[in-house]
């Protein structure tokens, strides 16, 4: 995954419309010496002020730091009674589809607010905020998944005491996210009835991590030929642990199982 291909380097990436550096340098002995620094919207690089730095020793994990960025930002969640998901599949499955009508389906009952994370554009936000609900977009730049730090700097553009439900919309992957833990409660695994019946198979870890697995685009499931026996066979068999819903974003159809759910575990927070 990132902590073999080498995705995970640190570079720059956007919050809203703050531009957010990383920079990485080994020295001699073999430390990685790494740093990041913010810009805001119009920062020129040039400056002279010296920036705080983190030394990694090569001999601890290459994601103890995230980890270590996940449980302060645990912590957080927790102290507000804050009930966050971290949502993730494939690109197309449905996430966007998913969570603007789940916003719309809570009005009144949760106060919502959204992390929305992607490579480039807002277009995913800007679908978001027609909800009414406070959207902050992570631009990823190059990087194929949100980390624990980047979920952090984007806290601070929410207010989160006005909060019952964080919900972050992660980059569309079903491997690279698995190896990162954001601090989320609930980690949502979406699964499109238009991606076959073997995703659970091929990507086993990230399934295996997920707390609820969603089958997304029911009303699809006649003209893709989807063995629905199949699928939920092999999503018990890869998440044996994950509560299951099936679920169409269009047509409305299982959104109150779903819902329930978030309610309930609201609750229990």
Same mark, same amino acid.
């Given at each position: 995954?990132?902590?073999?291909? *080498?995705?995970?380097?640190?570079? &720059?990436?956007?919050?809203?419309?703050?531009?957010?550096?990383?920079?990485?340098?080994?020295? /001699?002995?073999?430390?990685?010496?790494?740093?990041?620094?913010?810009? *805001? &919207?119009?920062? =020129?690089?040039?400056? *002279?002020?010296?920036?705080?730095?983190?030394?990694?020793?090569?001999?601890?994990?290459?994601? =103890?730091?995230?980890?270590?960025?996940?449980?302060?930002?645990?912590?957080?969640?927790?102290?507000?009674?804050?009930?966050?998901?971290?949502?993730? =599949?494939?690109?197309?499955?449905?996430?966007?589809? %998913?969570?603007?009508?789940? @916003?719309?389906?809570?009005?009144?009952?949760?106060?919502?607010?959204?992390? +929305? !994370?992607?490579?480039?554009?807002?277009?995913?936000?800007?679908?978001?905020?027609?909800? *009414?609900?406070? +959207?902050?977009?992570?631009?990823?730049?190059?990087?194929?998944?949100?980390?624990? !730090?980047?979920?952090?700097?984007?806290?601070?553009?929410?207010? @989160?005491?006005? %909060?019952? @439900?964080?919900?972050?919309?992660? +980059?569309?992957?079903?491997?690279?996210?698995?190896?990162?833990?954001?601090?989320?409660? @609930?980690? +949502?695994?979406?699964?499109?009835?238009?991606? !076959?019946?073997?995703?659970?198979?091929?990507? /086993?870890?990230?399934?295996?991590?997920?707390?609820?697995?969603?089958?997304?685009?029911?009303?699809? =499931?006649?003209?893709? !030929?989807?063995?629905?026996?199949?699928?939920?066979?092999?999503?018990?068999?890869?998440?044996?642990?994950?509560?299951?819903?099936?679920?169409?974003?269009?047509?409305?159809?299982?959104?109150?199982?779903?819902?329930?759910?978030? %309610?309930?575990?609201?609750?229990?927070?």
């Amino acid at each position: 995954m990132c902590q073999e291909c *080498g995705c995970s380097k640190p570079g &720059p990436y956007q919050v809203g419309d703050r531009k957010v550096e990383s920079h990485t340098h080994t020295l /001699p002995d073999g430390t990685v010496l790494t740093h990041a620094h913010d810009h *805001g &919207p119009a920062h =020129s690089h040039a400056h *002279g002020h010296a920036h705080p730095h983190q030394i990694l020793n090569l001999n601890t994990g290459i994601l =103890s730091a995230n980890d270590r960025a996940a449980e302060q930002n645990r912590g957080a969640f927790q102290a507000l009674n804050l009930l966050v998901l971290n949502v993730v =599949s494939s690109p197309g499955a449905g996430k966007t589809a %998913l969570l603007t009508k789940t @916003l719309n389906e809570l009005k009144g009952r949760l106060r919502c607010g959204v992390i +929305v !994370g992607d490579l480039a554009t807002d277009n995913d936000a800007a679908r978001l905020r027609t909800t *009414g609900a406070p +959207v902050v977009q992570i631009a990823t730049g190059t990087l194929c998944h949100l980390e624990a !730090g980047m979920v952090a700097e984007a806290m601070k553009q929410l207010d @989160l005491r006005a %909060l019952d @439900l964080l919900i972050i919309e992660n +980059v569309g992957n079903l491997v690279c996210p698995a190896s990162f833990d954001l601090g989320e409660a @609930l980690r +949502v695994v979406l699964h499109s009835v238009t991606e !076959g019946e073997d995703k659970p198979l091929k990507y /086993p870890p990230m399934f295996h991590s997920a707390d609820a697995v969603v089958v997304t685009k029911t009303d699809m =499931s006649a003209a893709a !030929g989807f063995d629905r026996e199949l699928a939920l066979k092999n999503i018990r068999q890869a998440a044996p642990h994950a509560e299951i819903f099936e679920l169409s974003s269009r047509t409305g159809d299982g959104m109150k199982a779903w819902c329930d759910y978030l %309610l309930a575990r609201k609750a229990k927070a």
